[in-house]
């Protein structure tokens, strides 16, 4: 499928201003996804965070239920995950904006490049953390049309001042012909 297809669907409604799609949350509408395109990219910052999952989440993560058996009724070790020991964001500005807002990234996609840079750099992270800069700052942000997908999560909607996380990143060419 190309860029131009995709696009049909991911740039049917695009928000420009972070302040309007906030304001769209809170009110009847409750908009909880949405795509913005970010006004300015100011930088990409990575953050270190716990290296091990939370006590209360390992609880969770070990409750048995029944999609754990197969089909001979026998218990399926399951393998979690590895935490990710960085949190990402982007900071930007969006229409209207004066400062710069920083939304952090919760997308698989992120933690993967992650685990697969630090794979290739032999363990080094320095080295990983650069290449998913360089790919989230540099790559995305020259001669791509950078848009966020944005969503909420039901704890965060109605209580945080901006309960919006960046979920999704979608980068088609800069300058290619996308007929709808």
């Not at 360089?134 to 997908?149: G, I, R, S, V, W």
């Not at 704890?155 to 800069?174: A, D, E, R």
């Given at each position: 499928m190309?860029w131009?297809?995709?696009?049909r669907?991911?740039?049917e409604?695009?928000?420009t ?8 949350s809170?009110?009847?509408r409750?908009t ?10 100011v930088d990409f910052?990575?953050?270190e ?7 209360d989440?390992?609880d969770?993560?070990?409750q048995?239920?029944?999609?754990d058996?197969d ?5 399926q ?5 590895d ?5 990402f964001y982007?900071?930007?500005l969006?229409?209207g ?8 990234i919760?997308?698989?996609?992120i933690?993967a490049?992650?685990?697969?840079c630090?794979?290739?750099?032999d ?10 800069t360089?790919k989230?700052l540099?790559e995305?942000?020259n ?11 039901k704890?965060?909607?109605y209580?945080?001042?901006?309960p919006f ?6 980068y088609?060419?800069?300058?290619q012909?996308?007929?709808?």
């Amino acid at each position: 499928m190309n860029w131009a297809h995709r696009s049909r669907y991911v740039l049917e409604n695009v928000h420009t201003s972070m302040n309007d799609l906030i304001e769209s949350s809170k009110g009847s509408r409750t908009t909880s996804l949405a795509t913005l395109k970010p006004k300015e990219i100011v930088d990409f910052v990575i953050e270190e965070t716990d290296r091990e999952w939370k006590q209360d989440w390992l609880d969770q993560a070990n409750q048995i239920s029944i999609f754990d058996y197969d089909e001979q009724s026998n218990l399926q070790v399951r393998k979690l995950v590895d935490k990710l020991p960085y949190n990402f964001y982007y900071r930007f500005l969006s229409e209207g904006d004066v400062n710069p807002r920083k939304l952090r990234i919760e997308d698989w996609e992120i933690g993967a490049l992650y685990w697969n840079c630090l794979r290739n750099a032999d363990g080094d992270e320095q080295k990983a953390k650069y290449k998913v800069t360089q790919k989230y700052l540099d790559e995305f942000t020259n001669n791509k049309d950078l848009h966020f997908f944005l969503g909420t999560t039901k704890l965060h909607h109605y209580v945080s001042k901006n309960p919006f996380m960046i979920i999704g990143v979608y980068y088609p060419p800069l300058n290619q012909h996308l007929s709808f």
